[in-house]
């Protein structure tokens, strides 16, 4: 007969919901702590980032980045598990780590696989219990213990950790199922809503250029006034904008995206003054081609006929025909296209959730509910975000660490 009760229980086995069973498990004994999971498999999700390598963190992550309205949760949790730590943590478990661009680690082997596969390992050997295919139902606390229901039976814990991931991530299971759980307890939430995703722009921004790239800055206003700025590479799409710059200013949006317009600069290096004068020069030296001639080798070719048309320049017409407005015109928008966002992709496309459990119902160094005790929240349920890069999988590992470590020693507590 299957065990029913432990000391410790964690809902959700993805990465923050492993990280914390291993950090109990450490703590504890074998067949002390239960893992749940709804899939067939635990880390569905880390297999995809990354395009499958898993960035599963970054040399530059600070707790200051983050988003959320109370990042002292994320500041106590470095303090539990820095991005340094993880690394060392990721190498005693087998995984070597990789420096990319931007301070970006992924495994040696470049196989998301390597960091799912070390993270179960690790668990099986500690004696964690898991439990797949158990898609929790409900979760009620008695006075001693919490019961968690799943279909088909029940588990018995003395303290439970929630780590059911956002809403981001449909096609992995996640559905926010650990929002519901928080709220039956007492909880209130910071409205989830989708991140890390394109965004669909007014009609026009992207016609015949769906698959273009152009490196540059991108910046969010709203009524004119800056939100957040972002350098690389722009995406253009079907029907917007895409890439790892847009991604990180969609985490601004909120409610209502369309709010808010992006200011496209293409030449971040140039004030616009030094672009009209570039464009001058190239003017004088190929005043007989076609206008075209003044951004060829500078823009991409269909960039080209867009930003001719926008300037009113004629395409057919010679570079020396080109007079003083329409060239000032032109340097201005190439340092400055203001386009409107209508909406975002959505849940199916978002790759993290903005919102989530508030930080202000938890204590930060713990990660402990404020409103029943021995309840504990880790990784993206919580009102936490950060940008693309590994900032999101860093959060998961080192909360995932801090619950899983107290959530275990308040299970080791006489007269709880």
């Not at 849940?347 to 713990?366: C, H, M, P, R, S």
Request: proline fraction near 2%; hydrophobic fraction near 40%; aromatic fraction near 8%.
């Amino acid at each position: 007969m299957e065990k029913q009760m432990f000391k410790v229980g964690v809902i959700g086995g993805g990465a923050a919901g492993m990280m914390a069973a291993l950090s109990a498990s450490r703590i504890l004994s074998a067949g002390d702590v239960v893992l749940l999971e709804k899939n067939q498999m635990l880390g569905r999700k880390i297999l995809a980032t990354g395009n499958g390598r898993c960035n599963f963190s970054n040399r530059g992550c600070s707790w200051k980045d983050y988003g959320g309205k109370d990042l002292s949760l994320v500041r106590h949790a470095f303090e539990h598990l820095s991005p340094v730590q993880t690394v060392e943590l990721f190498e005693e478990l087998g995984v070597l780590a990789r420096e990319e661009s931007e301070g970006r680690l992924y495994p040696y082997s470049e196989q998301a696989s390597a960091v799912a596969d070390a993270l179960q390992s690790a668990l099986k050997e500690n004696g964690v219990a898991i439990r797949l295919e158990r898609e929790v139902t409900g979760v009620n606390k008695t006075e001693s213990k919490f019961v968690v229901e799943w279909d088909g039976g029940f588990t018995q814990v003395e303290s439970l950790i929630i780590a059911t991931g956002g809403k981001a991530g449909h096609g992995f299971g996640s559905t926010g199922d650990g929002y519901g759980f928080a709220k039956s307890f007492g909880h209130t939430l910071e409205r989830p809503l989708p991140a890390l995703v394109r965004v669909v722009t007014e009609s026009g921004v992207s016609d015949n250029l769906k698959g273009v790239r152009a490196k540059g800055t991108v910046s969010l206003a709203k009524e004119k006034k800056l939100v957040a700025r972002e350098e690389g590479e722009i995406q253009f799409t079907e029907d917007g904008l895409s890439g790892i710059c847009i991604f990180n200013l969609s985490r601004f949006l909120g409610d209502n995206p369309s709010d808010y317009s992006i200011q496209i600069d293409l030449f971040p290096g140039f004030s616009a003054d030094k672009l009209f004068e570039l464009l001058e020069s190239r003017r004088r030296t190929f005043g007989s081609r076609p206008a075209k001639s003044l951004l060829e080798g500078m823009l991409h070719s269909k960039l080209i006929l867009i930003y001719l048309e926008l300037s009113g320049v004629d395409a057919g017409s010679s570079t020396c025909q080109v007079d003083d407005k329409k060239l000032l015109c032109l340097a201005r928008l190439l340092k400055c296209r203001e386009v409107a966002i209508k909406a975002t992709k959505g849940w199916k496309e978002a790759q993290v959730t903005v919102g989530g459990v508030k930080g202000e119902e938890v204590y930060g160094d713990t990660l402990e509910s404020k409103l029943v005790p021995g309840l504990f929240f880790a990784g993206e349920v919580l009102d936490v975000d950060g940008k693309c890069g590994g900032w999101n999988l860093q959060w998961a590992w080192s909360s995932g660490w801090t619950a899983g470590k107290h959530a275990a020693l308040y299970s080791l507590q006489d007269g709880k």
